[in-house]
């Protein structure tokens, strides 16, 4: 290639951009040869968690910091269903842009007593004139046994907050 970028070489471009495949310096695809594998999911539960108030832990390094005690709710979904135990705990970081990162670690009963442990890391960013934006990465861990499935997947969510009522729900996703 002697260096010469033409029109179709860069509407080609823009669309392997478009379609998320990453170009190295106008050389194409940097793996040609492996398939562009776009992620569908498929929805596994929701979670209506109550919650109790706010502590306020102060200020540290990265912003204000604050911790929300989990105190039960239920969760939902095609294949599982079960009641949040109390105890888990929400912890929070209130950066100085604005921007909410929540670590939310809590166990789920499932309804044959099989104990799963969540661990929900939330961005909630503002956006303007519209609803925050509010997405998740969820690692879960089961016992082995009928749930044993969840170790083996990806998780995606959402988080809804319920207000006044002291609760959230939570929708979750598995990434295929």
Known sequence: ?????TRRGALGAVGML???TALAQGSGPLEPNVPLVLPRSEFVWEALVELAPTLAMGEG??????MVPITGGVFAGPRIRGRVLPGGADRQLVRRDGVR???ALYEMQAEDGAIITVLNKVV????QGGED???STIEVTAPDGPHAWLNRLAFVGT???????MA???RVYSLA
């Open 1 to 5: 290639m002697d260096g010469k970028v």
């Open 18 to 20: 478009a379609a998320g």
């Open 61 to 66: 390094p990265l912003g204000e910091r604050r």
């Open 101 to 103: 990162r929540l670590e």
């Open 124 to 127: 909630v960013a503002p956006v």
């Open 133 to 135: 934006y509010r997405f």
């Open 159 to 165: 988080l809804h907050s319920l207000r006044p009522r």
């Open 168 to 170: 959230v729900l939570v």
